[in-house]
């Protein structure tokens, strides 16, 4: 438990045994499950936590409130990370009125078989806490769509579901204020691409509706709840959103026995030549998706390169390539490289990847034919110092 300021308090969890967040992305460092009490005459409580946690949960609550009742629950998300708990705080609190639109209370229904108290809320509606005061935004799809924000004008705070989240558990702190943020930023990232990244329209749209909003603190749900660092995760949204990446490369390749892999040398020799430093290199049966994802929305330029495989793509490529597609991923400056023994495929999937619409191809696409030579030495580093003269330019 702890208090923000004097009406407002942090209740979440930390959950540091989660492997992957949604059987999905690793937790290499775990994730907070972000939950908070308003508290007016009337009280209420902001989203709930992973239902294993319940106990803690409940612990944590009765530390701010002891024995009085809850009067409203706000389900600003229903995805079961933040919603698991309905149900159970509904054994303990039978009076508690569930807050939400009409989505969402559908949801709850459909989810929780939930049929007690309920309060249809919708664009703009306000609830008096007396003393403290809820209003309500609709931020469809980010990031499922019943997702709502809820705002309290007074301290300018806006509860923000999964929106300005991140990866990380809270390591003792709650408030950006009293702990080094630096490591939650990259997990911003790799949060936002993974999770959220397929709806930048949405969240272009959130951004401005919540724009003219006075901001002392944002609550996410998952993350540090963020006050001096404001302005750096909105920007960092903003970026993200309009799918602008940084000024780096990204250069991604697979290799089964080492081919392809001499090529991406010699294309990572280019970009030093060049004179870029900015850049990550990823083996593709090393690096788990999670990060490629998130490295691929945080440069500017990816260098992609892959064999032949099966008359096609290398399926770690494959997969990556989908990955991305399916994020609608675009704004991108890419140069490809490949090999192949009898037919080459490779490089036409990835240059296809490379010439679709919103990506611009970058230098000359590199094809090898079994064994690796000078001369493909020397095309894959004008491929490499192409991209970093494009780079540098970019900006
Ligand atoms: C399972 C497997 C399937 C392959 N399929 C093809 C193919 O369909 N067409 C082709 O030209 N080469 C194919 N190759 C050859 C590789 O594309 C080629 O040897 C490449 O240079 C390997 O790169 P690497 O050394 O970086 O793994 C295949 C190789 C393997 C191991
Ligand atoms: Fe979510
Ligand atoms: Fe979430």
């Known amino acids: 438990m702890k208090q923000l300021i004097p009406s407002i308090y942090y209740v979440g969890v930390n959950d540091r045994n989660k492997e992957r967040f949604e059987c999905l992305w690793p937790l290499s460092s775990g994730v907070s499950y972000n939950s908070y009490l308003v508290v007016g005459k009337k009280i209420a409580l902001i989203d709930t936590v992973d239902v294993r946690f319940f ?30 708990c309905i149900g159970l705080i509904r054994q303990v ?36 806490l007396e003393g403290m005061d809820l209003r309500f935004y609709l931020i469809p ?6 997702t709502m924000v809820t705002y309290e004008p007074q301290s300018g705070t806006l509860f923000s579901g999964d929106a300005f989240g991140c990866f990380g558990a809270l390591n003792g702190g709650v408030l950006d204020s009293e702990m080094d943020v ?20 949405q969240v272009q749209m959130a951004l401005k509706k919540l724009g003219g909003l006075t901001l002392r603190r944002i609550c996410p749900t998952h993350g540090p709840v963020w006050s001096e660092s404001i302005g750096r995760v909105i920007a960092a949204y903003q ?32 970009l030093v030549k060049g004179g870029l430093k900015n850049f990550t290199m990823h083996k593709l049966s090393r690096t788990d998706p999670s990060y490629l994802i998130a490295d691929a929305f945080r440069f500017k330029g990816l260098l992609l390169g892959a064999p032949t495989y099966n008359n096609g793509l290398y399926p770690l490529m494959e997969q990556l390539l989908s990955d991305l597609r399916h994020r609608g ?3 991108r400056l ?13 490089v036409k999937h990835l240059t296809e990847f490379a010439t679709a619409p919103g990506m611009e191809m970058v230098g000359e696409p590199v094809e ?21 003269r494009r780079i540098l330019e970019a900006e």
């Open 55 to 84: 106990a803690t949960f409940l612990d944590n609550i009765r530390e701010v409130i002891g024995t009085r009742p809850i009067d409203y629950l706000v389900i600003n998300h229903m995805e079961p990370d933040h919603s698991g």
């Open 93 to 128: 609190y039978p009076d508690i009125c569930l807050v939400g639109n009409k989505k969402t209370l559908q949801m709850a229904e459909g989810f929780y078989c939930q049929s007690g108290p309920s309060l249809c809320v919708g664009e703009g509606s306000e609830l008096s």
């Open 141 to 146: 799809m980010v990031h499922w769509p019943e």
């Open 182 to 201: 630096e490591p939650y930023f990259p997990e911003m990232i790799r949060y936002y691409s993974n999770i959220v990244g397929k709806y930048g329209t």
């Open 239 to 270: 970026r993200m959103s309009l799918y602008e990446g940084e000024q780096g490369v990204s250069l991604i390749f697979g290799s089964m026995y080492g081919n392809t892999l001499l090529m991406a040398e010699s294309v990572a020799e280019g």
């Open 329 to 331: 991923l675009k704004n």
């Open 334 to 346: 890419i140069g490809c490289f490949g090999s192949f023994t009898w037919a080459g495929q490779a």
């Open 368 to 388: 090898m034919k079994q064994g690796f030579t000078r001369e493909t030495g020397l095309k894959c580093r004008q491929l490499g110092e192409a991209m970093a």
